[in-house]
């Protein structure tokens, strides 16, 4: 038996919590849970949480300091029980109806049970164009990312041992990757899956303050990589101008 911990954190996006919802409530896999931590919206998000009747359904209403604390506030209570974590923010939906599903029977297929799932993913752009993106391998992980967050599926058993580092306001969850995956042996620990895991939203906080995000991924490699200064500077700046052309090809073709 494989089950989920899916945990989703809101703050006044209520139109986002409910399509997040919504793709968790079309899922033919039903072993999971569904972890909400609302930081004490005004905008409805509230009323609407605490009308929802459904059973998988674990909420909590507080104030938080941020994106993080309330990500850690979720990963607190999805550690709880066995199975794998995913972090899908409001705003964030699954990819189809069949996710849980199909990533359950790899898990089942597989000879040694991963630490860590992840996979493809959908990039949903403001207009709502999908940009479907291919994940990268793992073991590019120190240069960055090798796909969104919202595909990766982490044991609890050792995600319990880790935690949201709140000195990162925009790259906790890379630097949560980092530390994850040190000591662990990729080529039995990791899966990677060739299907679309999510649909990502890119008009969260990160994806708008890119520059600022990679400015922190250099500091994390630094520390938990031990990159040098010349080399965690060098890949700085590759992400610099990667970032700073993608921008601008997007906003030459609008």
Known sequence: MVSFSIVTINWNNLDGLRDTYQSLSRQTCRNFRWIVIDGASTDGSVEWLQALDDS?????????????????????????????????????????????????????????????????????????????????????????????????????????????????KLSADYCLLIEFLQGLDVKTAVMQLPFPLCIFDTTGVSHKRRFDAIREDMQIRRRFLNFSLMNAFALYVLHYVHTHTKQLRSSLSR
């Open 56 to 168: 998988q359904a674990e909420i909590t209403i507080e104030p938080d300091k941020g994106i993080y604390d309330a990500m850690d506030k979720g990963r607190a209570k999805a550690v709880e029980t066995p199975g794998y974590t995913l972090f899908l923010n409001s705003g964030d939906c699954l990819a189809d109806a069949e996710v849980l599903e199909k990533i359950t029977v790899q898990v089942q297929r597989a000879d040694i049970r991963p630490k860590f799932i992840y996979g493809d993913f959908y990039q949903k752009t403001a207009s709502g164009r999908l940009i479907r993106t291919s994940a990268r391998p793992i073991e590019r992980a120190p240069i960055g990312l090798p796909a969104s967050h919202q595909t990766m599926y982490f044991e609890n058993e050792r995600l319990r041992q880790f935690r949201f580092r709140l000195d990162y």
